[in-house]
């Protein structure tokens, strides 16, 4: 099938499944700082997904996936994006875990634990913050010791999301006692409903609670439940932060065009757009986006040259070191934060009334929202060293 066909096929059954009543009422729901809307109809949404097979795209087809094009799944995306098709509860287990899995898991683990993610049955969340740990997250303190069979693990996780719907969690723990920052670590398959696992959501700005307090007290997972060989946690932890967001990067921009719309509409309409202020900012918004469309296609060119965006240097070896998603990151980070500041100035007054049910309106959780964006995934400041240090090659800090 060409990629034109290709298209005709995604957007024809997104329309089809967007327009059952089971699921006509998700068009739009639960992107970011959303994640608390259908939350039950999304894991639906994502059973479909994965029955009609539409999930591990880019996985080989021996271990469940599709193995389509990296272009096949560039469509996908753009399509999911512009059909306004709900947020993703399965996006940890497809876009992080599977990938890891496939890099670094045993054939048993692939076995028993890929077709879980394909079939969106099976939800995960990534267990490696802590409180003290988050940037530098070599200080970790979670251990896991190895008694009778069986991982026992005890301590704290933070800010970890969607654990509250999750079925598994990726764990990053220390299990070799006394050891030090990143030696002696290992990335544990964790069951999360057990007893010996509580989990406690932590309320945000945005008044949703997408993310988690995760505490493990005895906790346990059978031995063979470790990706790569006990210690070796730091490489396969590291080889997930480098799939983290690639493909789906260029759907997302999708959505960021349309609030971008939105914006402009709002300003035309109550006649901000008129003030010089606003309008400069606007047209600047709008080069930005370019510019981040432009630099996220080049930096996915080369990852799927490469091999992987953690690989890819922006094309043409501009910058060595493979910190193309690093920038990209900087970039749409900081872009949409600006976005939400320009929606709420474009607002006025207006920006600070509550929404429908005393809830908030699209432009104050796309402002507040975003402020999270410059943290998760690694903060902005700590992207920053790392294109100083391994991009320009300058003195570590
Ligand atoms: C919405 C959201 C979802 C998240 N989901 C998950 C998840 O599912 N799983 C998970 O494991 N984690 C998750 N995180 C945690 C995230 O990875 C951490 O918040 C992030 O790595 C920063 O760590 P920290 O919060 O401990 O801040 P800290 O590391 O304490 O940083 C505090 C401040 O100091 C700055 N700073 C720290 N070190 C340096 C340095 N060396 N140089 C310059 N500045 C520095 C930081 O940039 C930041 O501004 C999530 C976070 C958010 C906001």
Not at 122 to 137: I, K, M, R, T, V
Not at 141 to 170: M, N
Request: proline fraction near 3%; aromatic fraction near 8%; hydrophobic fraction near 45%.
């Amino acid at each position: 099938m060409n990629d034109e066909q290709f298209r005709l096929e995604v957007r024809g059954w997104l329309t089809s499944a967007l327009a059952s009543p089971e699921f006509a009422c998700l068009a739009g729901k639960g992107g970011t700082g959303r994640a608390h809307e259908f939350v039950a109809e999304r894991m639906a949404w994502e059973r479909r997904l994965g029955a009609d097979g539409w999930i591990g795209l880019g996985w080989p087809e021996a271990d469940g996936g599709r193995g389509l094009s990296w272009d096949q799944q560039v469509i996908f995306y753009e399509e999911y994006a512009r059909a306004n098709a709900p947020g993703r509860v399965g996006h940890i287990g497809e876009q992080l875990v599977g990938p890891t899995l496939l890099m670094f898991g045993t054939a048993e683990q692939k076995a028993r634990f890929l077709p879980g993610i394909a079939a969106g049955t099976e939800l995960w969340c990534q267990g490696y913050s802590e409180p003290g740990a988050g940037s530098d997250l070599a200080g970790l303190r979670t251990r896991a010791s190895l008694l009778d069979d069986e991982w026992h693990i005890d301590g704290q996780k933070i800010w970890t999301s969607l654990a509250h719907v999750a079925d598994w969690c990726f764990l990053l723990a220390r299990t070799e006692a006394g050891s030090d920052r990143h030696r002696g670590l290992s990335c544990l398959l964790v069951p999360v409903r057990q007893p010996g696992i509580e989990i406690r959501p932590i309320t945000q700005i945005t008044g949703t609670a997408e993310f988690n307090e995760v505490f493990f007290d005895d906790a346990r997972t059978a031995a063979a439940n470790i990706a790569g060989s006990p210690g070796d946690g730091w490489r396969v932890a590291l080889g997930m932060l480098g799939v983290e967001r690639g493909v789906s990067n260029l759907g997302q921009l999708i959505g960021f065009q349309r609030e971008f719309s939105l914006v402009l509409d709002a300003a035309r309409g109550n006649g901000s757009i008129d003030d010089p202020d606003i309008a400069a900012r606007i047209a600047d918004a709008w080069i930005a986006l370019q510019v981040l469309r432009f630099t996220t296609e080049d930096a996915l060119g080369a990852a799927d040259a490469g091999g992987g965006l953690a690989g890819g240097g922006l094309a043409g070896g501009g910058l060595a070191g493979g910190v193309a998603a690093n920038i990209t990151k900087l970039m749409w980070t900081t872009w949409h934060q600006r976005l939400g500041e320009l929606a709420v100035d474009v607002a006025g007054p207006d920006a600070t009334l509550a929404g429908a049910d005393y809830g908030l309106t699209d432009t104050q959780r796309l402002f507040l929202f975003a402020r999270a964006e410059t943290i998760f995934g690694g903060s902005n400041e700590i992207q920053r060293n790392i294109v100083a240090e391994r991009g320009l090659g300058l003195p570590r800090g």
